[in-house]
């Protein structure tokens, strides 16, 4: 798991768009993608509902939490 990851999960999961969330990060959308399914990956979970925006589940609102205050102590 990469800093990087979690930055650019928790500016995901505040916008729920991935091409508003790319834009913001300087980024291409299917680099953002990538990046959230390796996470996931890493996780052996899901975090996101996807559909037409991507909606946290249950997982990622917990993850949320401790990826927060794991930035803001940095």
């Not at 508003?20 to 990538?34: D, F, G, Q, V």
């Not at 996780?43 to 909606?55: E, N, P, Q, S």
Request: net charge neutral; charged share 25%; hydrophobic share 35%.
């Amino acid at each position: 798991m990469e800093l990087n990851q979690l930055r650019y999960f928790k500016a995901l999961a505040e916008t729920g768009s991935l091409s508003k969330t790319a834009e913001k990060l300087y980024i291409s959308p299917p680099a953002l993608s990538s990046c959230i399914s390796r996470l996931e990956r890493e996780l052996g979970t899901t975090l996101f509902d996807r559909g037409k925006t991507l909606i946290l589940n249950e997982r990622g609102n917990i993850f949320l939490e401790y990826v927060s205050q794991s930035l803001d102590s940095l």
